[in-house]
T-cell receptor, first 115, second 113 residues
Framework: AQKVTQAQTEISVVEKEDVTLDCVYE???????LFWYKQPPSGELVFLIR??????QNEISGRYSWNFQKSTSSFNFTITASQVVDSAVYFC????????????FGSGTKLNVKP | GAGVSQTPSNKVTEKGKYVELRCDPI?????LYWYRQSLGQGPEFLIY????????DSGLPNDRFFAVRPEGSVSTLKIQRTERGDSAVYLC???????????FGPGTRLTVL
């Protein structure tokens, strides 16, 4: 079975603070993909990153960075120097080799960045 | 180019009525997906099309739900005899080939009174 857990329901930070969003996954597939999406108040899900299970290198894109650790089944997302525009709901998702087309989403973490 | 579009953006209907929700994927994308998102939850998979055929409809909750993609582009999600529990945002996504990231539309908010 595939499952994604985002234990943090809501996080509030003040602008310029760093914030880490946690994602823990479960899968029996040995090959799988992990994703992060952003859902701003407008509602449209915006793709941020895809990570393959065989690539554990961390990735940095501007103020965003991702820490993938297979040993703890986690794929955490850090925003450095947060900005008000980062306020949104962030979803972690998983798809496995058994069915790559079926994405399993976590329940999301709502990030509030206050000025 | 244009992203995934969905119409209508909002739909209010009465219990027992029939509704159709439309999705226009990114041009050239062969894979199309429908998800349902309830308040405070992540999207839940409903159905996946590769071309014109439904490759996986395991997420459809019951036989009141049906989706088509007759020409391999636009898709319609059809819900018969709507119930109040069907109220949610219905999201459509497309991807280039079914093995890459999915790009989502803005969704249709369905309210069943």
């Amino acid at each position: 079975a595939q499952k994604v857990t985002q234990a943090q329901t809501e996080i509030s930070v003040v602008e310029k603070e760093d914030v880490t969003l946690d994602c823990v996954y479960e899968t029996r597939d040995t090959t799988y993909y992990l994703f992060w999406y952003k859902q701003p108040p407008s509602g449209e899900l915006v793709f941020l990153i895809r990570r393959n299970s065989f690539d554990e290198q961390n990735e940095i894109s501007g103020r965003y960075s991702w820490n993938f650790q297979k040993s703890t089944s986690s794929f955490n997302f850090t925003i450095t120097a947060s900005q008000v525009v980062d306020s949104a709901v962030y979803f972690c998702a998983l798809s496995g080799r058994s069915n790559f087309n079926k994405f399993y989403f976590g329940s999301g973490t709502k990030l509030n960045v206050k000025p | 180019g244009a992203g995934v579009s969905q119409t209508p953006s909002n739909k209010v209907t009465e219990k027992g009525k029939y509704v159709e929700l439309r999705c226009d994927p990114i041009s050239g994308h062969t894979a199309l997906y429908w998800y349902r998102q309830s308040l405070g939850q992540g999207p839940e998979f409903l159905i996946y099309f590769q071309g014109t055929g439904a490759a996986d409809d395991s997420g459809l909750p019951n036989d009141r739900f049906f989706a088509v993609r007759p020409e391999g582009s636009v898709s319609t999600l059809k819900i018969q005899r709507t119930e109040r529990g069907d109220s949610a945002v219905y999201l459509c996504a497309s991807s280039a080939d079914g093995y890459n990231e999915q790009f989502f539309g803005p969704g249709t908010r369905l309210t069943v009174l």
